[in-house]
């Protein structure tokens, strides 16, 4: 293994890796096709002259131009039709392929549809039964308050009315009043 530093050419750095033996003439020639003016060091040693200008014809030689291919004959008639059928095979295939994962994406999205309605009209049952229970709960709760008031009437009659209902004849407009009053104001007044 070597050590390899790269610097521009003002000596800025740029990298430092470990390369092997085998492959440093590549590595050399990566840096140079990216920084053709980099200094490059080895094992603390700049790169001598030689290997560098080994290292750039080669990189010259990559860029030559590939030789010409010669072009391979066409195929006979019979191959050409063995290849259209196998093209229309595989189109029709395909065509198939996207109905049918069509079919089958519509089949889902309304599976969907369904079930989001089917979840809707549920909630929409659930809050009309709460609204029901609600409404009841109240009315439930004012006969209660309509009952206890009443009772609390009655008892106030009744405690201002018997003693003097007992001393006269019988009731009198002054006993329902002074009833209504203690039923009103509570027992807070004697």
Not at 11 to 16: A, I, L, Q
Not at 89 to 113: A, I, T
Not at 158 to 184: F, H, I
């Amino acid at each position: 293994m070597r050590r390899m530093v790269v610097s521009t050419a003002c000596g800025d750095f740029v990298t430092e890796k470990d390369v092997a033996e085998a492959q440093l003439v590549g590595a050399l020639v990566d840096c140079y096709r990216v920084l053709p003016d980099a200094a490059i060091y080895l094992d603390g040693q700049l790169v001598p002259e030689e290997a560098r200008l080994a290292a750039l014809a080669a990189l010259s030689g990559e860029a030559a131009p590939a030789p010409a291919r010669v072009a391979a004959p066409p195929p006979d008639a019979e191959r050409l039709k063995e290849y259209g059928q196998v093209l229309a095979q595989l189109f029709d295939d395909l065509r198939k392929g996207y109905v049918q994962s069509m079919n089958d994406l519509h089949d889902v999205f309304r599976r969907y549809r369904e079930m989001c309605l089917d979840n809707e009209r549920r909630f929409a049952d659930e809050v009309a039964q709460q609204r029901a229970l609600t409404h009841k709960s109240l009315a439930d709760v004012d006969l209660l308050r309509r009952s206890v008031t009443t009772t609390q009437l009655l008892s106030g009659f009744a405690a201002e009315m018997k003693p003097r209902a007992l001393a006269q004849s019988g009731p009198t407009l002054t006993d329902y009043v002074a009833g209504l009053v203690r039923a009103v104001a509570g027992d807070k007044q004697k």
